[in-house]
């Protein structure tokens, strides 16, 4: 979402950069184009001039001292006002440690509710609490049926009544919780395409009658100002606890994003960057603010990679790596384990500088589908054996992995290549554990 944000402060951050100063109209003229460039990424107006008047203030009062550039000095005030922006600190949401934990999810329709419930039940099951998901969206069409079908894939019960009461459902489901002796409850709310007086009723009548632990509001960062408008009206009346950004990975310009904890004085507390279950993570101002200045966020790569990777299975690769036994069988391994960890765009988002350099790439996780086909398609041998594929095989694993021939040759060729270069790199001892350029695990 914030590739375009980033390559445009970094262009303007440039222009500085090779000054031997910091003076009040190099300062002045930098700060003028950044807030230029957070309005045309639908920054709150407010947000963006407070912002740029903090920065001016503490830039015109330092002293740039040998070490540094004043493009660093900037950057690096930037960064921290950034930071302060989008809430300072983390902030998980509270675990009730006797009682039940309650987590009420309100927000607008298409926001991302249910998705966010089912992952929020997946992330506190992981946790080893006692999860109940509660379908009190009684309104949308298929809106109970798709928490039941989330929460069979997450493995965690959801409650439900044939009655169409919001009201009794959220009423209900604290009996059932004292029965069968859950420990958190999630409700899934009803919203509208837009705020309105009885869906705010109803939601404030269920949060009198739960009186929840945690009340979250999920907003879809594609909606640029709209969230936040949406955001304030939800506050003011249910008065939330939390912020969840919904579809982060999308293409929308990131204003919402930028702006909403500073407008609505609330945390964000998870972001959700994906489709898939597995992409919900706590939201930490330090990061983004990293990523938005163009240097990446390789804390949460690796925490994406460590929560993935099995120790065992890559104590297992690293010897295979050693011993220039990588086939495709592992190839495949690799795709599965990428798959996990989130959207090809997101985590190389996260790797500083490589934003910048492929920013025209068209980056399509389609891709690695297609090529998890055709390794799928190859049989045992074929995958421990590349060598063995000739032309009437690479033909069949075309028509079994419903891709063309070229395709096939296309992805032999550079799997060639890879196993060249890891051949050259094993011989220079760069798989050698003792070599401390190389840690896999």
Do not use: C, W
Not at 295 to 320: C, H, P, R
Not at 332 to 357: E, N
Not at 389 to 415: P, W, Y
Request: net charge positive.
């Amino acid at each position: 979402m914030f590739e375009e944000l980033s390559l445009k402060i970094d262009a303007a951050l440039k222009k500085i950069t090779g000054q031997g100063r910091l003076t009040e109209a190099n300062i002045s003229d930098t700060l003028r184009e950044i807030r230029r460039i957070l309005l045309d990424a639908d920054v709150n107006y407010k947000v963006a001039k407070d912002f740029i008047d903090k920065v001016k203030e503490k830039a015109l009062g330092k002293e740039v001292i040998a070490s540094i550039t004043p493009g660093q000095l900037i950057t690096k005030i930037i960064y921290d006002e950034l930071v302060e922006l989008l809430g300072g600190g983390h902030s998980e949401i509270f675990l009730n440690p006797t009682g039940a934990t309650i987590i009420l999810v309100v927000g607008l329709q298409g926001s991302g509710k249910t998705t966010f419930s089912a992952k929020l039940a997946k992330r506190l099951k992981e946790r080893k609490r006692k999860v109940l998901l509660v379908a009190a969206d009684i309104y949308r069409p298929a809106a109970i049926e798709q928490l039941k079908i989330l929460g069979q894939q997450v493995d965690v019960p959801v409650f439900s009544l044939e009655q169409k009461d919001a009201r009794l459902v959220a009423s209900e489901s604290l009996k059932y919780v004292k029965e069968k002796g859950f420990d958190t409850l999630i409700i899934d709310t009803a919203g509208r395409l837009h705020v309105d007086e009885e869906m705010m009723k109803e939601v404030a009548d269920i949060k009198e009658i739960v009186k929840p632990t945690e009340t979250l509001f999920v907003v879809d960062s594609m909606t640029g100002q709209d969230a936040v408008n949406s955001a304030k009206a939800f506050n003011e009346t249910v008065n939330f606890d939390g912020i969840v950004l919904s579809k982060l990975d999308g293409d929308a310009r990131g204003g919402a994003a930028i702006s909403i904890r500073s407008v609505v004085g609330k945390p964000i507390k998870f972001v959700s960057n994906g489709e898939k279950l597995e992409n919900l993570d706590v939201f930490y101002p330090d990061r983004l603010a990293s990523r938005i200045l163009g240097k990446g966020d390789i804390v949460s790569l690796v925490e994406k990679a460590q929560e993935t990777i099995d120790e065992f299975e890559a104590k297992k690769m690293e010897e295979k790596l050693r011993k220039n036994k990588f086939d495709f069988e592992d190839f495949l391994k690799q795709i599965k384990l990428i798959k996990k960890m989130g959207s090809l765009s997101s985590l190389i988002g996260m790797i500083p500088g490589l934003g910048s350099q492929i920013k025209n790439a068209q980056i399509d996780d389609k891709a690695l589908v297609k090529v998890e086909a055709i390794i799928n398609s190859m049989t045992k041998q074929e995958r421990e054996n590349p060598k063995v594929l000739n032309g009437s095989r690479r033909k069949r694993i075309a028509r079994g992995s419903g891709t063309t021939i070229q395709d096939v040759n296309r992805l032999i060729k550079q799997f060639q290549e890879m196993q060249r270069m890891m051949s050259m790199m094993n011989k220079k001892g760069f798989f050698n554990s003792s070599n401390k350029n190389f840690k896999f695990n």
